[in-house]
């Protein structure tokens, strides 16, 4: 069996009318031709959908063979799961997205096939003027007024809304209404689940010409319609000097580390996601022999202990993990 190092991954991208080009010209993501790039799965074991490893002695293996076969290498305290069970991307809104909502686990359990639920939290990392996130009900709403709104197609006059600062960390748990506004970069983790349910899409038309379908049943059953107004998240100090607590659920926890010095990150018996989302950092035992840049991850497995990590000057990276 192969010893494991630090993972990096073959990016899988999805194309939408609302995608752009910065996941190639702001994340040196390795997108082609076109200026519809809406998403960069950089960590992903969900059916079809799979990360593949790009260099070293695992390349081309598949993510989910990896959870299958070195589990308890890989994700330590947290072996056995059927399946990595979170989903790292990358989104470029170009276009007001979809309002959505996504299914808890138990709505989610039903599905056939099963899923899992889907809490997620952004930390923006570019945004146009004006741009805006809609998440969260605005106050004075009740169940019935939503519901009204939702069945006009005017849900849009209930949402809560603001503009996000770069940097900022929105959490947002499985039955929050949201929806990403034009001109927002943005970096999701999240449950590794596909399953949204669109609830109004500003009455726009698809490249058939024909209004997206929206799944409105669904939707008002996965809703919870007691979240208020949801709001940026405040940094949290740690123990480890450099690093703020973003975001924490009983899903995943998301720090930011900002560093100028070698740091050693992880070695509690977990698997890390690791991003580099500002300057380059380098570990010593990476099969690729070269820097991890803006936009880059590395799967850090829980086997490796501590990994050393050296920026190339000063770099900022987000971290990732099971509670």
């Known amino acids: 069996m ?3 190092y630090p993972l990096r991954f073959q990016p899988i991208f999805r194309r939408y009318l609302w995608g752009g080009r910065r996941l190639g010209d ?5 997108i082609g031709e076109g200026d519809d790039y809406a998403e960069s799965w950089e960590v992903a074991d969900h059916g079809d959908d799979q990360s593949v490893v790009a260099c070293g002695p695992l390349a081309g293996v598949m993510l989910h063979d990896l959870v299958r076969d070195q589990g308890p290498s890989l994700l330590g305290r947290h072996h056995p799961q059927r399946q990595f069970p979170l989903l790292l991307k990358f989104l470029d809104a170009q276009r007001n997205l979809s309002v959505q909502v ?7 359990r039903r599905l056939d096939p099963p899923d899992l639920g889907k809490t997620e939290a952004w930390i923006i990392l570019a945004r146009q003027p004006g741009a805006k996130i809609y998440a969260g009900w605005k106050r004075g709403f009740d169940r019935q007024a939503i519901e009204r709104e939702i069945t006009r197609g005017t849900v849009e006059l209930c949402l809560h809304q603001f503009e996000p600062q770069v940097g900022g960390c929105v959490l947002l748990p499985a039955g929050v209404v949201h929806a990403i506004g034009a ?3 943005i970096a999701e983790i999240q449950q590794a689940s596909d399953t949204t349910y669109r609830v109004y899409d500003w009455n726009r038309l698809g490249k058939d010409g024909r209004p997206r379908e929206l799944h409105i049943d669904e939707a008002i059953e996965a809703i919870d319609f007691e979240t208020g107004p949801v709001t940026p998240q405040t940094p949290q100090p740690t123990d480890d000097p450099g690093c703020q607590r973003m975001a924490s659920c009983d899903k995943f926890v998301l720090d930011r580390w900002q560093i100028d010095a070698p740091r050693s990150i992880g070695g ?3 698997c890390h996601i690791l991003t580099v989302i500002d300057g380059a950092v380098v570990a010593v035992n990476d099969p690729a022999d070269q820097p991890l840049v803006k936009g880059e991850t590395w799967l850090v497995p829980a086997s490796l202990g501590p990994l050393l990590i050296t920026p190339q000057g000063e770099a900022t ?3 990732m993990y099971l509670p």
Do not use: S, V
């Open 268 to 270: 509690d018996e977990r």
């Open 183 to 185: 001109g927002l970069l």
């Open 102 to 108: 996504h299914p808890n686990d138990e709505l989610a």
């Open 317 to 319: 990276l987000l971290d």
């Open 2 to 4: 192969t010893d494991l």
């Open 26 to 30: 702001d994340l040196n993501r390795p």
